[in-house]
């Protein structure tokens, strides 16, 4: 095949997806990442963090990522961590290492998790035990009755899948050190957000590892960071637990791997790294501030159109109560709007990325109104 006509191939293949720059994806937490990202990306397209022996410039840029995310969240001198393909993959890494430093199966999860803990339970044979909600969040007042002799880790969510909200971390953190279990905070979506809100007065939550307890975190720059698909990074409060999933690796240029991954993209590390110190503090913080008000917007419109909102809004992401809530998003995705939907609690739910826009909002409620009548 000619090389125009395989062009002409993708080119078709690409106009049958949704593109963030319409605005009506409203059920993503992935955005347009920002065009700096995309030249990092593409300057650093063969190399691999798998064999950093050959790419040692890709690998400073990697631990330049991890120093300022760690920075950002309160990490201590003897943290380290890894950059990841996401938060599945962090969340993973983080459950495995923590099975293997304790010998124990069991991972207490807050109901609301997201799924990529089934998924690390279904491959490593871990023991879920749920931890209940109280208005969505994670119960902390249950998890000293649920924590056994067995818990390998308990882990906690800043900025919820479904709802964007924040477990009581600080109260998880405290309970988990007096029982000696390590503590996973997944901020896979939070991570970017919070700090922001924090700054900004809009919350007063501590997630990090400001907070006693907290043993990881998982946090994504292909999320709220405005970085490339695939760019997860977990973090450790101690960078030698990575010994726990040490593997010698023979092939390669350095003598051992501690990831999940084998062939790692060091693009993602060059473009994570290249947006971070682009946008710094201040320019993430304008991101959340522009999010939060079209989620503040939205939320004050969907309410005046008769709407009823699960829980007030902690980060940028609402949930509104539909009946028939799988049948009301297809219906709106026939409209060119595609939402996300949790079908066992019957609600709609709307992720105000940076790529959504406030303009917009107004056609919106229309339309979601016209499909729910
Ligand atoms: C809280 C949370 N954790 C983990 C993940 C998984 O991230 P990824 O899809 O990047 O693997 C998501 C994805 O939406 C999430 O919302």
Same mark, same amino acid.
């Given at each position: 095949?000619? %090389?125009?006509?395989?062009?002409?191939?993708?080119?078709?293949?690409?106009?049958?997806?949704?593109?963030?720059?319409?605005?009506?994806?409203?059920?993503?937490?992935?955005?347009? +990442?920002?065009?700096?990202?995309?030249?990092?990306?593409?300057?650093?397209?063969?190399?691999?963090?798998?064999? +950093?022996?050959?790419?040692?410039?890709?690998?400073? *840029?990697?631990?330049?990522?991890?120093?300022?995310?760690?920075?950002?969240?309160?990490? +201590?001198?003897?943290?380290?961590?890894?950059?990841?393909?996401?938060?599945? !993959?962090?969340?993973?890494?983080?459950?495995?290492?923590?099975?293997?430093?304790?010998?124990?199966?069991?991972?207490? $999860?807050?109901?609301?998790?997201?799924?990529?803990?089934? %998924?690390?339970?279904?491959?490593?044979?871990?023991?879920?035990?749920?931890?209940?909600?109280?208005?969505?969040?994670?119960?902390? =007042?249950?998890?000293?009755?649920?924590?056994?002799?067995?818990?390998?880790?308990?882990?906690?969510?800043?900025?919820?899948?479904?709802?964007?909200?924040?477990?009581?971390?600080?109260?998880? =953190?405290?309970?988990?050190?007096?029982?000696?279990?390590? *503590?996973?905070?997944?901020?896979?979506?939070?991570?970017?957000?919070?700090?922001?809100?924090?700054?900004?007065?809009?919350?007063?939550?501590?997630?990090?590892?400001?907070?006693?307890?907290?043993?990881?975190?998982?946090?994504?720059?292909?999320?709220?960071?405005?970085?490339?698909?695939?760019?997860?990074?977990?973090?450790?409060?101690? &960078?030698?637990? *990575?010994?726990?999933?040490?593997? !010698?690796?023979?092939?390669?240029?350095? &003598?051992?791997?501690?990831?999940?991954?084998?062939?790692?993209?060091?693009?993602?590390?060059?473009?994570?790294?290249?947006?971070?110190?682009?946008?710094?503090? !201040?320019?993430?913080?304008?991101?959340?501030?522009?999010?939060?008000?079209?989620?503040?917007?939205?939320?004050?419109?969907?309410?005046?159109?008769?709407?009823?909102?699960?829980?007030?809004?902690?980060?940028?992401?609402?949930?509104?109560? $539909?009946?028939?809530?799988?049948?009301?998003?297809?219906?709106?995705?026939? *409209?060119?709007?595609?939402?996300?939907?949790?079908?066992?609690?019957?609600?709609?739910?709307?992720?105000?990325?940076?790529?959504?826009?406030?303009?917009?909002?107004?056609?919106?409620?229309?339309?979601?109104?016209?499909? $729910?009548?």
């Amino acid at each position: 095949m000619k %090389k125009e006509e395989i062009i002409e191939e993708l080119k078709k293949a690409r106009s049958k997806d949704t593109v963030f720059s319409s605005g009506r994806i409203l059920g993503s937490m992935c955005t347009r +990442p920002h065009p700096l990202a995309v030249k990092a990306y593409r300057m650093f397209i063969e190399t691999n963090l798998g064999d +950093p022996g050959l790419f040692r410039g890709t690998r400073e *840029l990697e631990d330049n990522v991890i120093k300022m995310t760690g920075e950002m969240l309160h990490a +201590p001198p003897s943290a380290g961590g890894k950059m990841t393909s996401g938060g599945t !993959e962090s969340n993973l890494t983080a459950l495995w290492i923590f099975r293997n430093m304790t010998k124990k199966k069991e991972v207490i $999860v807050p109901e609301s998790a997201h799924f990529s803990f089934t %998924k690390a339970s279904s491959l490593m044979g871990l023991k879920i035990k749920v931890l209940p909600s109280k208005n969505y969040v994670a119960d902390a =007042g249950m998890l000293r009755e649920v924590i056994s002799r067995d818990t390998a880790c308990v882990v906690g969510i800043a900025g919820s899948t479904n709802l964007g909200l924040i477990d009581p971390i600080e109260e998880m =953190g405290e309970i988990c050190e007096e029982k000696g279990v390590f *503590l996973h905070v997944d901020a896979a979506f939070g991570g970017f957000v919070i700090p922001f809100l924090r700054e900004m007065g809009m919350t007063e939550k501590k997630f990090d590892f400001e907070a006693n307890g907290v043993s990881s975190i998982s946090i994504d720059p292909h999320k709220m960071g405005m970085s490339v698909i695939p760019s997860g990074i977990l973090l450790l409060r101690e &960078r030698k637990w *990575l010994d726990a999933i040490s593997v !010698e690796s023979a092939c390669t240029h350095t &003598r051992k791997q501690m990831s999940l991954l084998g062939t790692r993209p060091g693009a993602a590390a060059a473009a994570s790294y290249a947006v971070m110190k682009y946008m710094g503090k !201040e320019g993430y913080r304008k991101i959340v501030e522009k999010c939060m008000d079209t989620t503040l917007y939205a939320e004050r419109r969907l309410k005046e159109e008769g709407f009823e909102i699960v829980a007030e809004p902690e980060t940028n992401l609402i949930g509104v109560k $539909v009946e028939n809530a799988g049948k009301v998003a297809k219906m709106l995705s026939r *409209l060119g709007w595609k939402v996300g939907v949790d079908e066992e609690n019957g609600f709609i739910r709307i992720v105000f990325m940076p790529h959504v826009k406030k303009k917009l909002i107004g056609e919106f409620v229309k339309d979601f109104r016209s499909v $729910v009548s």
